[in-house]
T-cell receptor, first 112, second 109 residues
């Protein structure tokens, strides 16, 4: 395992449906981050885990969004009742310290 | 509120030329300033990073210049190559990374 793995790579869903994304971080990294990136913009912070504890959540993370990291390993990001505005690239990153994130290739969500 | 401001939005450079991308930040608590390179359909990849106690860092053709008093830092790509064509993001780190809006670099052969 040499990198951060995200699945699926692409997801097309109808408005109102729920979707779940998975992130498998680099195994020795205890920090895991979720970011959202829209076209022409830089990544925007969503939430951060240290081991299994969710330590910080952005105001961007509405109550339709939930993230978990059971047992401090992989993480899931769920979006309930998707809206067209949720269409974006969802990026996961992991690190051992507060620096030097390694990003995955992302999950591109399209809500139709 | 944009924590990190990046310019230009796009840049076209001839092969062999120098590409320069600039960023500015406000929060003096930021203590780590990385640059990321992103190709279409891929996640950002760390290119080079600097801490505020250093004014310059060079790795191969890539150099970061850091001006703590002006709260500005820049990426210089020397001898730019067509393979450098990508989107570049600066970032600043506190508890999380704050990214700039990106610069789309095109290097013309």
């Amino acid at each position: 395992d040499t990198g951060v793995s995200q699945n699926p790579r692409h997801k097309i869903t109808k408005r109102g449906q729920n979707v779940t994304f998975r992130c498998d971080p680099i195994s020795e990294h205890n920090r895991l981050y979720w970011y959202r990136q829209t076209l022409g913009q830089g990544p925007e912070f969503l939430t951060y885990f240290q081991n299994e504890a969710q330590l910080e959540k952005s105001r961007l993370l509405s109550d339709r969004f939930s993230a978990e990291r059971p047992k401090g390993s992989f993480s899931t990001l769920e979006i309930q009742r998707t809206e067209q505005g949720d269409s974006a690239m969802y990026l996961c990153a992991s690190s051992q310290t507060n620096y030097g994130y390694t990003f995955g290739s992302g999950t591109r969500l399209t809500v139709v | 509120q944009q924590q990190v401001k990046q310019s230009p939005q796009s840049l076209i450079v001839q092969k062999g030329g120098i590409s320069i991308i600039n960023c500015a930040y406000e929060n003096t608590a930021f203590d780590y300033f990385p640059w990321y390179q992103q190709f279409p359909g891929k996640g950002p990849a760390l290119l080079i990073a600097i801490r505020p106690d250093v004014s310059e860092k060079k790795e191969g053709r890539f150099t970061i210049s850091f001006n703590k008093s002006a709260k500005q830092f820049s990426l210089h790509i020397m001898d730019s190559q067509p393979g450098d064509s990508a989107t570049y993001f600066c970032a600043a780190s506190g508890n999380q990374f704050y990214f700039g809006t990106g610069t789309s670099l095109t290097v013309i052969p």
